[in-house]
Nanobody, 122 residues
């Protein structure tokens, strides 16, 4: 089994910064794409940023220039540095990962974390 555990959410004022972290653990052969999604109250879950194992990134237009995704392939972790936060960034942030297991490295399974709340408010 695999667990994705997020940390780093909290309350921050507009213009402030937060850093989210996610660690994948379990019977992992390799982690392919890792990333972050978010869901604001009353809205659908949306992509924030992803990064492949090779380092290719993809960002939502709404966070480009403000958020930076990074990962440590050796530790199976992914971080999201969020700067210049806006009230509309308030959401539950979910870690997501495509993972291959030793039992069948050719098959990819997608996993979600339980989420961490980031609130931007004065």
């Amino acid at each position: 089994q695999v667990q994705l555990v997020e940390s780093g959410g909290g309350l921050v004022q507009p213009g402030g910064s937060l850093r989210l972290s996610c660690a994948a653990s379990g019977t992992i052969f390799r982690v392919d794409t890792m990333g972050w999604y978010r869901q604001a109250p009353g809205k659908e879950r949306e992509l924030v940023a992803t990064m492949t194992s090779g380092g290719t990134t993809n960002y939502a237009d709404s966070v480009k220039g403000r958020f930076t995704i990074s990962r440590d392939n050796a530790k199976n972790t992914v971080d999201l540095q969020m700067n210049s936060l806006k009230r509309e960034d308030t959401a539950v942030y979910y870690c997501n990962a495509d993972i291959r297991h030793y039992s069948n490295p050719l098959r990819v399974f997608n996993y979600w974390g339980k989420g961490t709340l980031a609130t931007v408010s004065s």
